[in-house]
C-alpha cells in the first residue's frame, strides 16, 4: 500500500511559479509511474503530467509545466510556471503499478489527498 500526500500548493498571480510536490510512503516508489491530475470546480479530474522512463505532459501544459521526481526521497514534483487563471484546480498526484504511463485515472492504484492551486488574474 502506497501513500502519498501532497503539498506546495497555494496562491499565486498569473505569470507567477509554483512548484507543489508529492511525497510517497509504504512502497517502492522507483517501481511506480507516476503522474499528476488536477479537478477544477464543476470539472472532471484531468491529466496533467506523468513520468516514468519518458515524461508525458497534457497539451494545456506543455512548455510551461515541468514533471521530475527523485526516488532517493521518494518525491515527485510539479514545477508550474507562467501559472494562468484556468490552472486553478486541487492537484492531485497519483501512483501506476504498470510500467508504461497512463492518462486515464482509472490506471491509477494509489491517490494523494490533493493540494490547493489557486491562480488570481
Known amino acids: 500500500q502506497v501513500q502519498l500526500v501532497e503539498s506546495g500548493g497555494g496562491l499565486v498571480r498569473a505569470g507567477g511559479s509554483l512548484r507543489v510536490s508529492c511525497v510517497a510512503s509504504g512502497g517502492s516508489f522507483e517501481d511506480y509511474a507516476m503522474g499528476w491530475f488536477r479537478q477544477a470546480p464543476g470539472k472532471e479530474r484531468a491529466f496533467v503530467a506523468g513520468i516514468g522512463s519518458v515524461r508525458y505532459y497534457a497539451d494545456s501544459v506543455k512548455g510551461r509545466f515541468t514533471i521530475s521526481r527523485d526516488n532517493a526521497k521518494n518525491t515527485m514534483y510539479l514545477q508550474m510556471n507562467s501559472l494562468k487563471p484556468e490552472d486553478t484546480a486541487v492537484y492531485y498526484c497519483?501512483?501506476?503499478?504498470?510500467?508504461?504511463?497512463?492518462?486515464?485515472?482509472?490506471?491509477?492504484?494509489?491517490w494523494g489527498q490533493g493540494t490547493q492551486v489557486t491562480v488570481a488574474s
Open positions: 497519483a501512483a501506476d503499478s504498470g510500467v508504461r504511463i497512463s492518462t486515464t485515472r482509472g490506471a491509477y492504484d494509489f
